[in-house]
């Protein structure tokens, strides 16, 4: 059984840095492409960064620059390094994680079939 769980979530003014992991029992991650996304309610759920197989980064336009996700291969654990947070970042964060998959985008979400529960950003102004 495959379980991934996210922790780190909280409230922080706006200019501040958060970090978010993500654990994983049941695969490893290093043998998987993953991903962070984030979703407020009535909204789709929106691709922030991702790694893939081989260490390569893709991170969504509005995070660049302070946004930045690594693997921890010994401890099987994703993080999501938040920095210079602002309100628009506020949402439920999720970790994802899925076979390679000739030609997917990286921030679509089908193509991640294990997910965390997420855990609640919230950057106040």
């Known amino acids: 059984q495959v379980l991934l769980v996210e922790s780190g979530g909280g409230a922080v003014e706006a200019g501040g840095s958060l970090r978010l992991s993500c654990a994983a029992s049941?695969?490893?991650?290093?043998?998987?492409?993953l991903g962070w996304f984030r979703q407020v309610p009535g909204k789709e759920r929106e691709g922030v960064a991702a790694?893939?197989?081989?260490?390569?980064?893709n991170y969504a336009d509005s995070v660049k620059g302070r946004f930045t996700a690594s693997l921890d291969v010994g401890k099987d654990t994703l993080t999501l390094a938040m920095n210079n947070l602002k309100p628009e970042d506020s949402g439920t964060y999720y970790c994802?994680?899925?076979?390679?998959?000739?030609?997917?985008?990286?921030?679509?979400?089908?193509?991640?079939?294990?997910w965390g529960q997420g855990t609640p950003v919230t950057v106040h102004s």
């Open positions: 994802a994680a899925g076979p390679w998959e000739a030609g997917a985008s990286w921030h679509s979400p089908p193509r991640y079939p294990y």
């Open positions: 049941g695969l490893r991650f290093d043998q998987y492409n």
């Open positions: 790694r893939d197989m081989a260490g390569s980064t």
